[in-house]
């Protein structure tokens, strides 16, 4: 019986699809004829509710743009309202649900031009129209910019790193069983998008990126003010705060994080470690700024995400792994990674990374200090700015290629402002 209603409720959605065609269609065509001419476009990011969709919007409005984001709807436990725009659990009070994702995007294409969005695509992701978004985008004269934020995109067969793909087998064991579904919305969405940033993750599986950039996450600098702790304990008198945010545990290594914390402790060095789980922003904020000498974002993934920013915002030093030179080396050669003052450590040797942190607090404070310059040159709202202005001229037309935008050499932004100087050899501390 509970298989007939599933079927049941599956040709319905054939049905609400078909329904829409012809006036998605129709209006993709009004969109595009009514459309005015103006200096600068409209920009939506969504439909996934990630925070990084609110932070980019709101850059963009500060550089001058009309600029919202439209998700189906928001993490109450770690984000705030007022982080977004339109919510679509809040848009449309008498529609029934399965029919507002059809209102959302047919509404969308008369009130954005260009659409920052994920491989899950925008609000027809879950619908039988997926592979006809881009068709009524491009019909409707829209632009469509890709970047993947993990679970919308994540081939495990064609992940390179096998830390990785465990990492991510012990944190989402589901997706492996999604795999054909999430290929084709990558495939899709390789062939159709105007542009595709994956950042870190570009290397495995996408075969396409249209501008080599380690990440296009970004912060409001403003609001992360820069640790004013400077503890200057070597773990012998006063307890080195270790903090660490557990909320993907399998893929961030957290097992290891409290195995070499407690192996420092057992070694007579005073350390203690703070989980940051299931808290507001504003909370996080504040721990990183009063409490914590040392930030540890990851050990499995290579590279970094929003966590590690934040640490290095915080004036803080921060750990993730850098180990994997196919993936690391390229962006060092090609992009502005080398200035990066990320501390490389693995499962393997995190108590030796650690120790040296613990027991040099000189060690701890200059690499604070070159972490807050680098977030600031790299990461804030003028950083993103200027990525996504030239990602705009790009897609329309206005720019020929974004393949040496960051390039070291060729590039204009990374030679704006001094190289970030940092005592760390590849990411690496030396004696």
Known sequence: ?????????????????????????????????????????????????????????????????????????????????????????????????????????????????????????????????????????????????VMPYGSDSYVYRNIRSVGLLQGLMMSYPKASMQQESIYRDVQYWVKHAHAVLPGFMGPDGFGRWDALIPSQLVLNIQSWEASKRNSLSKGELDDVVIVHAPNHRGFKGTEFVIQAVDQLCSQGLKVKLVLLEKIQNDEVRRILREEADILVEQLIFTGHGLNGLEGMASGLPTVSNLEDEAYVLPMRRWSYFGECPLVSATPENLVDVLRKLVTRPELRAQLGRAGRKYVEKYHGYDSAQYLFTNVIDYVCGRKESLINLYHPLLGDYPNRSPKIQHPLVNNRIVD
């Open 1 to 145: 019986m509970r298989n007939i209603k599933f079927l049941m409720y599956q040709i319905g959605l054939l049905g609400l699809s078909l329904i829409f065609m012809p006036i998605l269609f129709l209006s993709s065509i009004t969109a595009r004829l009514t459309r005015g001419t103006k200096n600068k476009p409209r920009l939506v990011w969504g439909s996934v509710p990630i925070i990084n969709n609110s932070y980019w919007s709101r850059a963009m409005v500060e550089g001058g743009f009309d600029s919202k984001t439209y998700t189906t709807d928001f993490y109450p436990s770690i984000n705030k309202r007022q982080d977004w725009d339109h919510i679509l659990s809040e848009e449309f009070p008498y529609v029934w649900w399965p029919i507002k994702p059809y209102f959302a995007y047919l509404t969308s294409l008369f009130r954005y031009d260009i659409f920052f969005i994920s491989f899950y695509g925008f609000f027809l992701g879950g619908t039988p129209l997926r592979f006809f978004q881009s068709f009524f985008f491009k019909l409707a004269g829209k632009k469509i910019i």
